[in-house]
């Protein structure tokens, strides 16, 4: 098989052609660094992406605050995850870092706010 990707490991965002037979990599070709090479073996194996959106806050002065994974999240988990967010709600207020959601199923990844909210008032 063969699958080509953009590498986003590091700032040059090299195009990069992955030869694989089901997980196994055959060959990587384009990368211009180490990087690549690591970036490809795990997007064939496991991808990850860190996520990032928003919760509803409750008698906050804004009626989101913003989030994101502490880490990144594996690919298959991104739309449970975002289905989960979309049920949160928290209370004001909010502190950059505060914990929103732990351990995402289990995956060790946890939902941080990247933005305060102070109480509405």
């Known amino acids: 098989m063969k699958k080509e990707i953009i590498c986003i490991g590091c700032p040059m965002g090299c195009y990069l052609t992955i030869d694989y037979d089901g997980k196994t990599i055959q060959n990587v070709s384009g990368n211009r660094c180490k990087v690549g090479l690591e970036y490809a073996e795990k997007e064939i194996s496991n991808p990850e992406r ?3 959106s928003t919760v509803r806050v409750k008698n906050g ?3 989101l605050v ?9 690919k298959g988990r991104i739309f449970d995850t975002m ?10 207020p909010i502190k950059i870092g505060d914990q929103i959601v732990e351990n995402l199923f289990g995956t060790g ?4 706010a990247t933005k305060n909210v102070s109480h509405k008032g």
Request: net charge neutral.
């Open 50 to 52: 860190t996520l990032t």
């Open 61 to 63: 002065h804004l009626p």
């Open 66 to 74: 913003s989030v994101r994974t502490n880490k990144p999240l594996p």
């Open 83 to 92: 289905d989960l967010l979309a049920k949160v709600e928290v209370e004001a």
């Open 109 to 112: 990844v946890n939902i941080v």
